[in-house]
């Protein structure tokens, strides 16, 4: 498995409650910018139509080769997966304050495949804990690691 990018901004917003690997429809300049890491999934989401799952906002720069093939920066991609496991989604969606969110792109086996989370937002003071936790576990890193020299 190859990480070619990941949603950073959404481990901060959210707490993750469930992850899902999904392939995506994408054409050949789409999964050529992707190769050059012209991608980005920043204020990107799923949602539900019918029963298929759809990505929105997910950026991917057009290709500088692809001439008059070229492709939108910001359509609307569909992203595939089995008819019970999106179903399980749209059940779970239901409940208040649950999202669908891209996580990361990733290369798997020559196919590019994206995972997906059902995730429930963070309020303001759940981020400060979060932010106070990990300077705490740097702190004690850092004092580990000098205690050794």
């Known amino acids: 498995m190859t990480q070619i990018v990941t949603n950073r901004k959404a481990f ?34 799923v949602i539900p139509e ?15 080769h692809s001439g008059s093939f070229s492709h939108e920066e910001r359509r609307k991609r569909k992203l595939l997966m ?14 208040k304050g649950v999202s669908l969110i891209p996580l990361s792109l990733y290369f798997k086996k020559g196919k590019i495949k994206v995972e997906v989370a059902l995730a429930k937002g963070k309020k303001s003071f759940d981020k400060r804990q ?6 705490e576990k740097r702190s004690i890193g850092r004092a580990v690691r000098q205690e050794k020299e």
């Not at 979060?130 to 300077?135: L, S, T, V």
């Open 130 to 135: 979060a932010i106070k936790e990990r300077e």
């Open 12 to 45: 901060h917003d959210y707490a993750i409650l469930q992850k899902f690997e999904a392939g995506i429809v994408l054409r050949g300049s789409e999964i050529k910018s992707i190769r050059n890491h012209g991608v980005s999934l920043q204020d990107s989401f």
């Open 50 to 64: 019918e029963n298929e799952l759809w990505l929105l906002n997910c950026t991917i720069a057009p290709y500088s």
């Open 82 to 95: 089995h008819k019970n496991e999106i179903l399980r989604m749209k059940k779970a969606l239901q409940e």
